[in-house]
């Protein structure tokens, strides 16, 4: 069975630095674009970052962009998102989805994990 | 900034149908394809619909999915309870290579 399976989240001050994980298993990990989405508390599913199966491609939503950085390495079936100068804006939970989609046309997200609450607060 | 406009709410009857509508701002996602989203209370999204009308394994066909144009529209019968739950569409604009998600619609059986 396909799992996806964030951790890293937590309490941050605004300018600090936090790192997501997502451990993936049950599927050929490095065939698959990786991808992640966020929730604001009571708010509507926004997408944050996408990235290739050998990591050589990586897309960002405008409001990370310059902030957040995706990542992924095969070897250990993880996609990372390193977090930086981070908002009150950027709290939210945190959901790593995978891409079977092979063309950009096509995307979707086929499975989620549980999330990850990240919350920056002073 | 491209937008995916939802309804914020719609409901029916126990059995009834409803329909859910995404307009695009942009007639840059007109091209590609639509997916379609359903978040239970408290949990994960999950597909319901892809590639404006293909449903995954596992998802009855009492939901359907359609695009004309700029717009798409997710249809559910037969309503249930189990139903209740947030929806949100969701496409790749190739102008701004961003991914885009739906306002979202809350669907409430009466």
Same mark, same amino acid.
């Given at each position: 069975?396909?799992? @996806? =399976?964030?951790? %890293? +989240?937590? @309490? =941050?001050?605004? %300018? +600090?630095? @936090?790192?997501?994980?997502?451990?993936?298993?049950?599927?050929?990990?490095s065939s698959y674009w990786m991808d992640w989405v966020r929730q604001a508390p009571g708010k509507g599913l926004v997408w944050v970052a996408r990235i290739n199966g050998d990591g050589s491609n990586t897309a960002y939503a405008d409001s990370v962009k310059g902030r957040f950085t995706i990542s992924r390495d095969n070897a250990k079936n993880t996609v990372n998102l390193q977090m930086n100068s981070v908002r009150a804006e950027d709290t939210a939970v945190y959901y790593c989805t995978r891409d079977p989609a092979f063309r950009v046309l096509t995307i979707r997200f086929d499975y989620w994990g549980q999330g990850t609450l990240v919350t920056v607060s002073s | 900034q491209s937008v995916l406009t939802q309804p914020p709410s719609v409901s029916a009857a126990p059995g009834q149908q409803v329909t859910i509508s995404c307009s695009a701002s942009s007639s840059n996602i007109g091209n590609n394809y639509v997916s379609w989203y359903q978040q239970l209370p408290g949990t994960a999204p999950k597909l319901l619909i892809y590639d404006n009308n293909k449903r995954p394994s596992g998802i009855p066909d009492r939901f359907s999915g359609s695009k004309s144009g700029t717009s798409a529209t997710l249809g559910i019968t037969g309503l249930q309870t189990g139903d209740e739950a947030d929806y949100y569409c969701g496409t790749w604009d190739s102008s701004l290579s961003v991914y885009v998600f739906g306002t979202g619609t809350k669907v409430t059986v009466l």
């Open positions: 069975d396909v799992q @996806l =399976v964030e951790s %890293g +989240g937590g @309490l =941050v001050q605004p %300018g +600090g630095s @936090l790192r997501l994980s997502c451990a993936a298993s049950g599927f050929t990990f | -």
